[in-house]
């Protein structure tokens, strides 16, 4: 069953190679995924499952090992899911990347480490059925939850400003704050597509892991830099 869940914000920026100059801007961002992920651990899964936005509709699975990237952001930087694994294939999606980057510095090593893309079309139903398959993996699985809230917050926002994007986004945090299942379950699916929110399939995943869990959840962070979205939260 679903023992503990973190989610995080994925954006490349948050890592400061990538960041460059504004590396200090999501200086409170890292600290906070950084205690989401003490959390994660001190939970002692048997399993810890990554979970984050896919070019690809999906799943698509990604094993321990699988390489990333941010060649593409302009920085010779190159991380892998967890720690390398011979014989793991293809290239981790950004987000997954992201989560490589974020579990580096812990050397996690006290479970076995499976990535999970999920794509933007991916229907409601489908990302709790995918939830409820993963929390029965193992006798206790943990979630590493990668996707931003909006990305119209505000004139200069990847999106540009949408005046719905902050009460979504609202919503958004006091669902993962509170562990609030039936919440993130009912998230508009079309609104956040219009709103380009990454982590509404990626969130009802978590919706449909935890389910009979009780888990409780806290918010770390809220804010809205470059006018997206970015939350981090724990579950356990």
């Known amino acids: 069953m679903l023992v503990a ?45 990554v979970v984050g936005p896919d070019a690809e509709t999906g799943p698509t699975a990604y094993a321990q090992g699988t390489p990333g990237s941010f060649r593409g952001f302009g920085v010779e930087r190159d991380v892998t899911l967890g720690q390398t694994r011979d014989g793991a294939a293809g290239t981790l999606p950004p987000s997954l990347a992201v989560a490589g980057w974020l579990l580096e510095p812990t050397g996690w090593a006290d479970a076995p480490i499976e990535g999970l893309g999920v794509g933007e079309p991916l229907a409601v139903e489908r990302c709790i059925e995918i939830g409820s398959e993963i929390a029965v993996r ?58 380009k929110v990454s982590g509404r399939a990626p969130w009802q995943v978590l919706a449909g892991a935890a389910d009979g869990a009780a888990l409780r959840g806290a918010l770390l962070y809220e804010d809205a830099p470059y006018g997206v979205g970015y939350l981090v939260a724990a579950w356990s």
């Open 5 to 49: 869940a973190a989610v995080c914000p994925c954006p490349p920026l948050l890592v400061p190679e990538v960041a460059a100059g504004a590396a200090p801007e999501l200086d409170a961002a890292r600290a906070a995924c950084a205690d989401a992920l003490g959390l994660l651990a001190a939970a002692r899964p048997d399993l810890l499952v």
């Open 138 to 195: 193992a006798e206790r699985v943990a979630l590493l939850v990668m996707g931003d809230a909006s990305a119209c917050r505000t004139l200069k926002a990847p999106g540009y400003l949408d005046e719905r994007a902050e009460p979504f986004d609202a919503d958004a945090a006091r669902a993962l704050g509170s562990a609030d299942l039936a919440a993130l379950k009912g998230l508009d699916t079309e609104l956040a597509r219009e709103l």
